[in-house]
């Protein structure tokens, strides 16, 4: 009786929402929609961002369900699908280009390209897929569009490790040192899970403002005197 209603639990689960994904799947689960988020064009509405910093929090053992996670096994996870996956993405976007993205009819995930793209063409190769990693569907689009373009596959490989490895450690710490020092953290998890996501956007929003002073500097320098 026992292996079907762990079965039904976990045909039950929403993929929206984090905990759930946690309850049913734990670590390995975490691993899996990592490289799905980051490697598949099909992963683009896993919620990344709040997984991992939930997940940090339920290694503290203050979730609901009795849910407790390892902190060992969970950075290894986190870390192997956040870097797998991207690297999966690259090259998906090498061999088949945009052919997998012109298919799609998905609105969100055009103008994720579209982002993505802005971001490779205003920042350079190495802030862009860095700075990819904190925006939600761009960090999904971004890998397999850096191959469709041509990025050099060593300062792909560089630099999506190096904001693979902040973005998805970072936040699991974060949420374990937020869980160690607030006792019944998980009452607020869904206020603190939307400042997760709107922290992770701050890096973007803060290199969009500085282009934009950049190009009024330029702008009133070629203003004859």
Not at 166 to 177: C, D, E, K, T
């Amino acid at each position: 009786m026992t292996v079907p209603v762990v079965l039904a639990s976990q045909l039950a689960v929403n993929p929206l929402d984090a905990q759930s994904l946690l309850v049913a799947f734990g670590v390995l689960g975490v691993g899996a929609v990592l490289f799905a988020e980051t490697g598949l064009l099909i992963g683009f509405f896993l919620p990344g961002d709040s997984l991992l910093f939930t997940a940090g929090l339920l290694c503290t053992g203050g979730g609901q369900h009795g849910v407790r996670l390892s902190l060992g096994p969970l950075l290894v996870a986190a870390v192997f699908g956040a870097l797998a996956g991207a690297q999966c993405g690259y090259l998906i976007g090498r061999r088949a280009g945009g052919a997998l993205l012109a298919r799609s009819r998905s609105r969100r995930l055009h103008d994720g390209a579209r982002r993505a793209e802005e971001l490779l063409a205003r920042y350079g190769h190495a802030k862009a897929i860095v700075l990819a990693r904190f925006v939600p569907v761009v960090r999904t689009v971004l890998n397999p569009l850096a191959g469709a373009l041509g990025v050099p596959a060593r300062t792909f490989a560089v630099w999506q490790v190096a904001g693979g490895l902040v973005w998805s450690a970072g936040l699991i710490l974060a949420g374990y040192a937020l869980g160690s020092s607030i006792p019944n953290v998980d009452r607020y998890l869904l206020p603190l899970v939307a400042l997760i996501v709107v922290l992770s956007l701050l890096p973007l929003a803060a290199e969009l403002y500085r282009g934009r002073g950049g190009r009024g500097r330029g702008r009133a320098d070629e203003v004859p005197r």
